[in-house]
RNA sequence: GCCCUCGUGGCGGAAUCGGUAGACGCAACGGACUUAAAAUCCGUCGGCCACAAGCCGUGCCGGUUCGAGUCCGGCCGAGGGCACCA
């Protein structure tokens, strides 16, 4: 303990007192000078240590950091760091999701190839997490546009067509007719281009596709033994994978000649002798074969290419249809059923054709009416009269078989099995589950994105780049003009020959969709510079990862085609584990109030928050808010997530240069439970950075005072050993906060309560000070993995010549949380009455005696009869009368 | 339409396994310091009541329990996901 006295006079000498003032940037800029000096979070692979690898979902190089990262990187620091102290050998790696439309937009904009905006980006979003002090290894660094990342995705589709994983096939896509373009779906505004506002067709054009389905009954059944994720992500991806089990249907027919079987999915064979007619796809064989004999159902599945692209529009479109004219018989009647084309029915769910009941499903039902079709019941509930006149609810619902010759009497299930068992008989059908998950679609038609290795050759198809021929260089000099992918115009690119024949040959202008990317940058951090191989043993020591921390907004997309990937890196032998994210934190969004004004003709105009001043009444209740510029008063739209549009966004750095990393950290971590949605508050933000500055000034005062050297001893008073007490629950509680629970905001709320109680102390005996050392040694331990920079320097202040970023987990002291008296509650009939003190060690008979002596208690007992007490030891006592 | 969350002071939120409702912070109000402002410090802060005592109070109605913000049933409201899925 004298070495500590020594120090702190060197220190003296040398004239590095402490400075009275919290000042972030000095602090800030030390600390991290010397994580980066001492290499601090450059992990290395230790079987001797328990692992931890600890991700957050890396970020798109959109220009600069905004809150949204700063939350979720927080919180994979707070947990990083907590992890490191707990004796855990802790990755937590960063890199970009570099590919994607924004560039290309921005390259149109400016004249830049998106390359270049690209990486100017990522160069800026580095400085501002360095800024921030994220415990991150940057050696592992990686960006997906790169082509040491993305040789990488070519050379795995390369295996995954050679095991049949990845096929081609037709897809429909949106085209633009004026910008000969392929436009996404958000580029489709009211069914029209967002460029040209040309009405946008659907076009048909060859593209790979990924076997996810293949998957899907793996990908479902895991998530019931997936107790680290949260039940609502498990939830939505169950109701994306979408597993539906029925029957499959045939219905034979011949036209002319020809004789064929029309197949429907459906969950309801109990009402298979309700079939009044069919409908089938517009794309369905059928439809173009009526199509191609009468010009009015031509005309008519024309007009469906023309129908919205937006999904969400489709399910809302009035429900259309054509009679084919062609009719097919009925697997189990006989009797003839007419085909007809609904706008309704998708081709890409089940058979991409529907048995119409209208008795009993809305949609047919709707569908009969309007076009005059046959209704007939085949199922009876409770004996409730049906009318054809209108739908009503309970048509849809289960119940017994009428009108149904052998199947009537029968429930939902026998008559499902009934049926079946007849179908299958006849060679016309059996059970089928079927997916509401479709195959993937990576083909995009875009230029900057990782290019598809594959070469089109006249006389051999398309033929797979050889392994050595890898990475197919994407050029990184083009810029898009927004007329279709200009790699389709680039000699340079396209030029090849044939792998297969040596002729000329030309190369896939196509770009793998960005989830590509995204579906396995997880694995690469384990071995980021191994030029040559994908993955490698390092892969063994850190995955799968245990902690990943992301946006809810990927709850389905990203998260299902890594856990996709995952698997398929499994089948080909790389990795031995079919789930990447051993558990998965969800954090809320950072939502803002909008403020606007609406002219009486023109466009609304939105003000940021930070130029409108909010007046309150004497209760501190709001009355109305003002432009500061003008005082006249503008609107609130309520409090939104944070974007451009509505011009309610709060920029990081902003926050970083006025108050430093530390308070912005806090801030974002003490508003509110990470998993919830964030209130932004320019009041809460100065509160964050009013405690650091009491912080700092409680452990100036203390240092000030001159060095303590011994521990806390035995002897000490009441009012010490009580500081002491909660200085250690309040570690007990931190612990537990950070470590199990994840509630950082209750954690900090516990060493805000602890700062109060030394302020409230006045050292006056000889071990008191001591005890306030040790308090403050609490808080700033407690503190670190939060505001990592202030902490750094003020347990150097506090006399400790090793960095705080090496101080193990401190364990809370059971000798200092044990106490003499405990206070119980009271209460009669439930209802709170009094506060006694018992002995610490009091049975229940002790605690019944002090609750009933209590005087209050007596009175409200008065002469009536006690019926019972119940003594919750150590807590409470109620007395029932 | 189906599925999932969530409703607590003027505000963000706390109450972890059914046991003290409102921790912590913000705002507001009163005071100290200051020529003044900022900063800082002290105090008040769910409602009724002059105070105390007491009563009421966690969206609404009911239930279970010695005891309900917490569990169960029904309703109302907000947010999110899926959505012509046969």
């Not at 800029?29 to 079987?47: I, K, L, S, T, Y």
């Not at 537990?736 to 709320?749: E, L, S, Y």
């Not at 000889?766 to 308090?775: C, H, I, K, L, T």
Request: aromatic share 10%; with cysteine.
């Amino acid at each position: 303990m004298l070495r500590i006295a020594e120090a702190r006079h060197l220190k003296v000498f040398f004239g590095a007192i402490m400075q009275d003032r919290y000042d972030p940037a000095a602090v800030e800029a030390d600390a991290q000078r010397h994580w980066e000096e001492q290499r601090c979070f450059e992990a290395v692979e230790d079987p001797s240590r328990p692992k931890y690898y600890c991700l957050s979902m890396f970020p798109y190089p959109s220009g600069k950091l905004h809150m949204g990262h700063v939350r979720n990187y927080t919180i994979g620091d707070v947990l990083a760091r907590f992890m490191r102290m707990n004796g855990h050998n802790v990755l937590q790696p960063m890199g970009w999701d570099a590919f994607g439309l924004p560039a290309e937009n921005a390259a149109m904009a400016n004249g830049v190839p998106p390359a270049r905006w690209t990486y100017d980006n990522i160069a800026h979003m580095k400085r501002q997490l360095k800024a921030l002090g994220f415990a991150l290894d940057w050696r592992r660094e990686l960006a997906t546009c790169q082509p040491e990342y993305y040789r990488w995705n070519q050379w795995l589709f390369l295996r995954m067509l050679e095991a049949g994983i990845a096929y081609q096939k037709t897809g429909v896509v949106n085209w633009d007719p004026v910008d000969q373009t392929v436009l996404a779906n958000e580029q489709v505004i009211d069914g029209r281009g967002w460029r040209t506002g040309a009405l946008v067709e659907k076009r048909e054009i060859p593209m790979y596709y990924l076997r996810i389905t293949d998957f899907a009954p793996d990908l479902l059944g895991a998530l019931g033994e997936m107790p680290g994720w949260p039940e609502r992500v498990r939830a939505m991806q169950a109701n994306w994978i979408g597993r539906s089990e029925g029957v499959r249907i045939g219905f034979p027919y011949e036209l002319g000649a020809e004789r064929g079987v029309l197949y429907a999915f459906t969950t309801r064979a109990d009402t298979v002798m309700g079939v009044t007619f069919c409908a089938v796809a517009p794309e369905h064989p059928l439809a173009q074969h009526a199509a191609l004999r009468d010009p009015k159902v031509a005309a008519f599945v024309e007009s469906c290419k023309h129908g919205p692209a937006i999904e969400a529009e489709i399910a809302t479109q009035e429900k259309r249809g054509i009679d084919t004219g062609l009719s097919v018989r009925h697997p189990l009647s006989g009797e003839p059923v007419p085909v007809w084309i609904g706008n309704y029915v998708l081709m890409t769910y089940g058979e991409g054709a529907v048995m119409g009941v209208p008795a009993h499903d809305e949609r047919d039902f709707e569908f009969a009416k309007k076009y005059g079709l046959r209704i007939r019941q085949v199922i009876s509930v409770d004996g409730r009269d049906y009318s054809t006149d209108a739908w009503q609810p309970w048509y849809g619902e289960h119940g017994r078989c009428v009108n149904s010759g052998p199947y009537d009497g029968l429930d939902f299930e026998r008559a499902i099995a009934a049926v079946a068992a007849d179908l299958a008989h006849r060679g016309l059908g059996e059970r089928q589950t079927t997916w509401r998950l479709r195959d993937w679609g990576i083909s995009r038609q875009r230029y900057w994105g990782c290019p598809i290795p594959i070469i089109h050759c006249a006389a051999c198809g398309a033929v797979p780049v050889p392994d050595e021929q890898l990475p197919v260089l994407l050029p990184e000099d083009l810029v898009p003009d927004g007329s279709g992918n200009p790699l389709a115009r680039d000699a340079r690119f396209l030029a090849c020959t044939c792998p297969k024949c040596g002729a000329a040959a030309r190369r896939e202008t196509d770009t793998m969709d960005t989830f590509v990317d995204s579906s396995w940058y997880f694995l690469r951090y384990a071995c980021s510079d191994n030029a040559s191989a994908m993955l490698d043993e390092r892969v063994r020591y850190w995955l799968p990862v245990d902690q990943y921390i992301g946006g809810i907004e990927h709850a389905i997309l990203h998260l299902l085609y890594a856990r996709f990937w995952t698997r398929v890196i499994k089948r080909l032998g790389g990795v031995e584990f079919a789930e990447p994210f051993t558990n998965l934190f969800t954090q809320g969004m950072v939502l803002n109030e909008v403020f606007f004004r609406k002219p009486e003709s023109g466009r609304i105009q939105y003000f940021n928050p930070a130029e409108v001043e909010l007046r309150r009444d004497a209760s501190g209740a709001r009355q109305e808010a003002v432009l500061r510029a003008d005082g006249l008063p503008v609107e609130s739209g309520g409090v939104v997530t944070m974007s451009k549009s509505k011009n309610n966004g709060v920029d990081p750095q902003a926050l970083v240069d006025e108050f430093g990393a530390d308070t912005a950290r806090l801030f974002t971590m003490f508003a509110a439970p990470p998993e919830q949605t964030l209130e932004w508050s320019d009041e809460g933000v100065q509160g964050a950075f009013r405690f650091l500055k009491r912080l700092w000034k409680a452990v100036y005062d203390h240092v000030s005072a001159g060095a303590v050297a011994q521990p806390p001893r035995e002897g000490l008073g009441d009012a010490a050993r009580a500081l002491r007490r909660q200085a250690h629950q309040t570690l007990a509680k931190v612990t537990d906060d950070v470590g199990r629970r994840r509630t950082f905001n209750t954690a900090i709320a516990a060493v805000m309560e602890l700062m109060n109680a030394v302020a409230r102390f006045e050292p006056a005996a000889a071990g008191d000070r001591a005890v306030v050392q040790e308090s403050l040694e609490i808080a700033v331990l407690c503190l670190s993995p939060i505001v990592p920079h202030v902490t750094h320097a003020l347990w150097r202040e506090l006399g400790h010549e090793r960095a705080l970023i090496d101080e193990p987990w401190p364990r809370a002291d059971e000798a200092a949380l044990s106490q003499d008296t405990i206070e119980i509650v009271v209460q009669v009939n439930g209802k709170l009455r009094a506060r006694v003190a018992v002995p610490a060690g009091a049975d229940q008979e002790a605690a019944r005696a002090a609750a009933l002596a209590d005087p209050t208690v007596r009175k409200f007992v008065g002469d009536a009869v006690i019926r019972k007490v119940v003594v919750v030891p150590g807590k409470l006592v109620n007395v029932v009368v």
